[in-house]
């Protein structure tokens, strides 16, 4: 009976250890964020004499009101938007459609296809070669050139290619003893059994669109109508940091203080991730659960 009392209270304290651990981690990996949060709702001028620890130093939206009162604000959010949504679609639509015809033997040149798709994840043409292809194609200064050469990614097929191999055969093999074509196989059959590894894809993709700019600052210069947030959002940063130290190198200039607190570039910084993550974190907890499964049998298959 000791022994059986000495390991029950050594179980406790070990899961009770385990507890404080965790909680600790868990505040160590959300203390970051909510200290973002914080600051951006925080008088700016109080903020930047004594930077707030767990509740804002005052309450302001002031840098929420620099963004959003910026010129092209909503036009750029909602290419954003569309960007994300129409890329999303046609390259989940492609990786799947594509992953599925890699399992089929019947596929012509399956092999030095798939072999080569491969290849490419280790050797890359370059900027240079990149912006040479897309000019050749007549990509420039359209809003194609951020769906179309994204469209493939050899990751996302492996991927899609992997989770489909461990589906039961008999489906399909039943599908087309009743006149099924792929087409209709694929739609009908692979599509909703794959859903957790469609989701796992939607989320990279979507990731990868939203807060993509490189490409706008390279490609789409000329065209202010194409203009993406997340390139706003870069430029009116630097922006602020270029004015913020202008008003710091003039002493003479009137309502030095009221400038100063309103144009904070550390303020806009923060201002800026929050809203460039809020919509992931809005997307991403409906996706977990098959985010998480379609993660975990791609990695006991593979």
């Given amino acids: 009976m000791n022994g059986i009392r000495k390991a029950s209270a050594s179980r406790k304290a070990f899961q009770a250890l385990n507890y404080f651990l965790l909680i600790g981690f868990t505040l160590i990996c959300i203390y970051p964020f909510w200290y973002i949060l ?9 903020a930047r004499m004594n930077s707030p620890i767990l509740l804002p130093r005052g309450f302001s939206l002031d840098n929420y009101k620099n963004i959003f009162t910026l010129s092209g604000f909503f036009p750029a959010l909602a290419m954003s938007a569309l960007r994300t949504v129409v890329g999303t679609t046609l390259s989940v639509a492609s990786c ?29 043409g370059g900027l240079i070669a ?32 992997t989770y489909i191999e461990q589906l039961p055969a008999s489906l399909e093999e039943s599908a087309k003893l009743d006149g099924a074509g792929y087409v209709t196989v694929f739609a ?11 989701a796992t894809v939607v989320v990279f993709v979507a ?3 939203w807060n993509s700019w490189f490409d706008n600052h390279i490609y789409t210069r000329g065209n202010e109508n194409l203009t993406t947030l ?21 002493s003479n200039v009137d309502g030095f203080e009221q400038m100063l607190a309103s144009i904070s570039p550390k303020g ?7 809203l460039a993550a809020l919509p992931i974190f809005l997307v991403y907890p409906f996706m977990q659960k098959h985010f998480v499964k379609g993660i975990m049998v791609g990695a006991v298959k593979g």
């Avoid at 992953?99 to 050797?123: A, C, D, N, Q, W």
């Avoid at 050139?145 to 899609?160: D, E, F, H, Q, R």
């Avoid at 009908?188 to 469609?198: A, V």
């Avoid at 806009?268 to 929050?274: A, G, L, N, S, Y």
């Fill in 38 to 46: 914080i600051y951006t709702v925080s008088e700016p001028e109080m």
């Fill in 96 to 124: 799947s459609f594509l992953g599925y015809l890699f399992t089929k033997e019947e596929m012509p040149s399956r092999k030095p296809v798939y072999r080569f798709l491969i290849f490419t994840m280790y050797i890359s």
């Fill in 130 to 161: 990149n912006y040479i292809v897309i000019k050749s194609y007549g990509l420039l200064n359209s809003f194609w050139v951020y769906v179309l050469p994204g469209m493939i990614s050899a990751y996302n097929i492996i991927l899609i290619k």
């Fill in 188 to 198: 009908r059959i692979i599509m909703p059994l794959s859903k957790p590894i469609i």
């Fill in 207 to 209: 990731v990868g669109h």
């Fill in 230 to 250: 997340q390139y706003l959002l870069y430029n009116y940063l630097h922006e602020a940091q270029r004015v913020a130290e202008q008003i710091k190198n003039t």
């Fill in 268 to 274: 806009v910084r923060m201002t800026i991730t929050v």
